[in-house]
Each structure stands twice: as C-alpha cells, then as structure tokens.
C-alpha cells in the first residue's frame, strides 16, 4: 500500500498504460481522478477501480483545451480535497518522418500536446501539490535513447518534455514537489500486438516469431507490460522516492542502457 489514502490525477488515460497506471495506483491505496478524451474508457476504468474498493473521479478532458483542463484541476480538489500526484500521461503521436522532410506545423502540433500541454497542467496543479508535498511523474519515451530515421519529431517532443521535467524539478523542490521522468521502451500492449500481427503478415511469419526477433535484442530477452511500467510510476509516486527527483528511469527490459 504505497500509497495509501493518496490521490492521484492521471491524464491520456486509455485502454494500455494509462489503464496500468491508475489501477497499479489504486491496487497501491490510491484514489484516482481520470483523465482523457473518452469517457467511455473512462468510465471503464473507474468500475475497475472502484471493485478494488478505491474511489474514482471521471473527468473528460481535452488537455490541449484550458478551460477543460481548469475544470479538472477544480474537480480534483473539490471531490477529493488534496492531490499528492500528477501524472503526465496524455500524448499524440507527431509525424513519422524525416526532419528535413517534416511540416513544420505538424510539429509544433507535437509540442503543443506532448510539451506545453504538460507543462500546462502541471502549472495548475502546483497550489494542490504545494499542500501535499507531492510529486508529478512524466511518462516519455525510449525513443530518447536513439536517432532512428524517421523518428526525429518524435525525439524532439519527447527530449522537450524531459527537459521541462528536469527545469520543474529545480523550480518547484522548493515547494516539496518532486518531478520524475519514467521512459519506456517497447510496451507489449494492444497497439504493439496489432502493430506485430501487421508485419508478421506482410513477411509471411506468425506474430510470435517477430516477437522473438525484437526481444532476442533485449537483455531480458521479453518485452515490458503496461504493469511494470506502471509500477515504476508507483514508485516515484510513493515516500520510497522521497528523495529522487529530476531522475529519468529507463522500463525497457534492458534494451537501452543510460
């Protein structure tokens, strides 16, 4: 019960790592307010919660949308009287492709949700966390770990993000607030699973043996699940983690090493 009686905001909450993390919260003694787009996985996920005996809020926001977002940061507060984390979960994919080939708009459209709409959100959740001493936890991404071709849009999103981490960090410890990064690699999950089912069809080879290719890379030889990413967002989230802040943890199976 790491964090037990704990409130904790989550945002981008979906049907994958989202999902992980405000159960992995609630199976730790969390309460959560949840956060995304759809209420209907929402409202999903609030019932999974709630069997655990934990209480949930559903708040259907657009983060890139600052009324919505003041409305959660005024939902949480007023349904649960304290918030002790934030978890930066919400993204959108930029482009695939090339930086000396990409529009330029399309990534400023990455920034706006995967950066600033971050940063916004934490803003506003800085008097509440003020009071409890808490901490924000920004997911990232693995992708901070290499250069691939097509991927450069994707890492400068993902590198803004863990730079403005690391800013908050030094800004907002004053205050007791602690702000840490979880990065990670590949997360076995119904997007990934799809995305093996698809080039094991265009080779000809069933998905398992794609799977096998891609972890015979990887130190442990497995790809992580959505819960062991979530668990290290439990950590960061709890009083085991009361003196890290501005650190960057690497969920990759051993794939990357930093």
């Known amino acids: 019960m790491l964090l037990s009686d704990k409130v904790v905001v989550v945002s981008g909450v979906g049907p994958g790592l989202g999902r992980a993390i405000a159960v992995r919260s609630a199976e730790a003694g969390a309460d959560l307010v ?18 655990l005996g934990r209480r949930a809020v559903v708040v259907p926001t657009d983060i890139d949308d600052e009324a919505a977002v003041r409305n959660l940061v005024a939902t949480a507060t007023e349904a649960f009287g ?18 000396a080939e990409v529009e330029l708009d399309q990534v400023r459209a990455g920034f706006e949700t995967n950066v600033l709409a971050a940063l916004r959100l934490t803003r506003l959740f800085v008097p509440a966390l003020t009071e409890t001493a808490g901490s924000v936890v920004m997911i990232n991404s693995a992708v901070l770990r290499h250069s691939r071709r097509t991927f450069g849009p994707y890492k400068m999103a993902k590198s803004g993000l863990l730079a403005l981490a690391q800013s908050l960090a030094t800004e907002l410890g004053p205050k007791g607030i602690r702000v840490n ?10 997007n990934l699973k799809w995305y093996f089912n698809f080039l094991a069809e265009q080779r000809g080879v069933t998905s398992e043996q794609v799977y096998a290719e891609t972890a015979s890379t990887i130190d442990l030889r497995r790809l992580p699940e ?18 890290i802040t501005g650190a960057c943890l690497d969920v990759n199976c051993g794939e990357y090493h930093h």
Not at 85 to 99: E, G, K, S, W
Not at 226 to 239: C, L, M
């Open 181 to 190: 990064s979880v990065a990670p690699g590949y997360i076995w999950a119904d």
């Open 34 to 51: 949840l956060a995304a787009r759809t209420e209907s996985r929402l409202l999903e996920v609030a019932e999974e919660i709630e069997k």
């Open 82 to 99: 304290r918030v002790d984390t934030l978890v930066n979960n919400a993204f959108a994919i930029p482009p695939i492709t090339d930086l």
């Open 226 to 243: 959505p819960d062991e990413i979530a668990d290290a967002v439990v950590f960061f989230a709890s009083a085991m983690a009361r003196a």
